[in-house]
């Protein structure tokens, strides 16, 4: 009896742990508010700069390998292509911050300029958000799997000429990896 009693009390208690549920009503770790393209020209000349700017506010106190991936559909003529980048941040202070990617000169003469963004946003390894944006072009359905697709044009500040200038403005950037 002694022991139906103790087991009766262990599947009690451990079935509260193994059927808690997650809080779905809380807020993501990180939620992106908005998305705006920059262009500066850098000094000596050589054309102008695009900035991906993915505006987001983050709720932990400090967050390490947040991680955003860019799918960016851009467009020469009618001519379509779908350029990707991933950019990840450690020393992520609470609150409102900025994820950037840049899309060089020559690259906007090649590919063309952006007509859409998908932005995914990653923490813990999990996808928290996704924010989507438009020029307000008319964008064909499926566009991201539908284009060629090309994989780093699109890069982080260490490989513009923003290093020393900007590197303030953006959460520390995480080493690389692929």
Do not use: H
Not at 35 to 43: D, K, L, M, R, Y
Not at 58 to 87: H, I, K, M
Not at 138 to 148: A, E, Q, R, S
């Amino acid at each position: 009896m002694k022991k139906i009693i103790y087991c009766i009390f262990l599947l009690i208690n451990c079935s509260s742990i193994i059927f808690a549920q997650v809080d779905t009503n809380a807020p993501p770790a990180v939620k992106m508010t908005k998305f705006n393209i920059e262009t500066e020209a850098a000094q000596g000349g050589g054309g102008k700069w695009s900035k991906l700017i993915t505006t987001f506010s983050s709720l932990p106190e400090w967050a390490d390998g947040l991680v955003f991936n860019y799918e960016v559909l851009v467009q020469v003529e009618d001519r379509f292509r779908v350029l990707t980048g991933l950019v990840r941040y450690a020393n992520v202070p609470k609150g409102i911050n900025e994820a950037v990617l840049y899309l060089s000169p020559s690259a906007t003469k090649r590919f063309g300029i952006p007509v859409a963004v998908t932005v995914g946003a990653f923490y813990n390894d999990q996808e928290v958000d996704v924010f989507k944006w438009s020029s307000g072009t008319k964008i064909p359905d499926g566009w991201n799997l539908k284009y060629n697709t090309y994989n780093g044009v699109l890069l982080n500040i260490m490989y513009t000429p923003w290093i020393a200038s900007d590197y303030g403005r953006y959460p520390d950037l995480m080493a690389m990896q692929r």
